[in-house]
């Protein structure tokens, strides 16, 4: 039904249109049961907004929603149809990638690094994303992978503020 329908999906469809938390939850939730039958692979990536909350401040909310969107429409355009992409938080997003191991993830974060290099997603701010990758360990949950991913991807941020500070491991 329609209801359920909206349950499942970003409470700002306008942004994305990508799958919310609920959503994500019911992917994990199948997903783990095939991983359980038939010990297959998956990779679980994690990728947040470097600069959303200064967008915002500075340029206001809407150019902050561009930015989101933009996000989503290239996460979403380098993913496999059997891929899932929820946005989980205001600037959080979660890409379930059932059968794909380490490097498999790698060459998708590389596409998706590739046209982050070469678009601008509004006049006023490029778009900055970190990203975190974890495979799935035999006998592991993909809550724990999902926990090793966002570590990476917090990691990752860490480097890019660094980096843009010019200090140590920039």
């Keep these: 039904t329609e209801i359920y329908t909206l349950s499942l ?3 700002l469809p306008i942004l994305t249109g990508l799958d919310n938390r609920a959503a994500w939850d019911e992917h994990i939730a199948a997903e783990e049961a095939r991983r359980i039958r038939y010990a297959r692979a998956v990779t679980i990536v994690s990728a947040d ?3 959303l909350k200064a967008v915002n401040d500075r340029y206001g909310h809407e150019a902050g929603d561009r930015l989101i969107r933009a996000a989503g429409n290239l996460l979403r355009k380098h ?3 059997s891929d899932r992409i929820a946005r989980v ?3 959080e997003f979660l ?3 059932p059968e794909t191991d380490s490097t498999g993830a790698a060459r998708y974060l590389t596409r998706v690094r590739a ?3 070469r678009i601008q997603a509004t006049e006023v701010a490029a778009l900055q994303l970190s990203f975190g ?3 799935g360990r035999e006998g592991e949950s993909l809550a724990s992978v999902t926990a090793r991913a966002d570590a990476a991807m917090y990691a990752a941020k860490k480097r890019h503020f660094r980096k843009s500070l010019g200090g140590p491991g920039a």
């Design 95 to 97: 890409l379930l990638m």
């Design 133 to 135: 990758a974890a495979t």
């Design 49 to 51: 907004l470097d600069n």
């Design 79 to 81: 993913a496999r149809g």
């Design 115 to 117: 046209a982050i290099r």
């Design 89 to 91: 938080g205001g600037d």
């Design 9 to 11: 999906h970003d409470a």
